[in-house]
């Protein structure tokens, strides 16, 4: 089984940052691509930002310039730091990690975080 935690949501002012982690752990041999999705009611959950095992990023145009994405390989965690923060940012945010997990694991495996709230408001 493989597990990935959230942390870091929050209620946040118009221009402020938030910085959310996401930890994998659990039956992993490796992970490839991890990435950050959000989804609000009125939404289909969006790509916000991947990063691949080399730090090669990419960013959805409505974030780019204003968010950015890490990882730790050794602790098997992604960051996103959202700065510059809009109302239009609000969205429930969920990690993606693609793994492989061990013994046995013949491909990777998307696994989800179980969600963060991040509220951007006055």
């Known amino acids: 089984q493989v597990q990935l935690v959230e942390s870091g949501g929050g209620l946040v002012q118009p221009g402020g940052s938030l910085r959310l982690s996401c930890v994998a752990s659990?039956?992993?041999?490796?992970?490839?691509?991890m990435g950050w999705y959000r989804q609000t009611p009125e939404k289909q959950r969006e790509l916000v930002a991947t990063i691949n095992p080399g730090g090669s990023t990419s960013y959805s145009d409505s974030v780019k310039g204003r968010f950015a994405i890490s990882r730790d390989n050794a602790k098997s965690a992604v960051y996103l730091q959202m700065n510059s923060l809009k109302p239009e940012d609000s969205a429930v945010y969920y990690c993606n990690a693609q793994i492989q997990l061990r013994l046995g694991g013949r491909y990777f495996d998307n696994f989800w975080g179980q969600g963060t709230q991040v509220t951007v408001s006055s």
């Open positions: 659990g039956n992993i041999f490796s992970i490839a691509t």
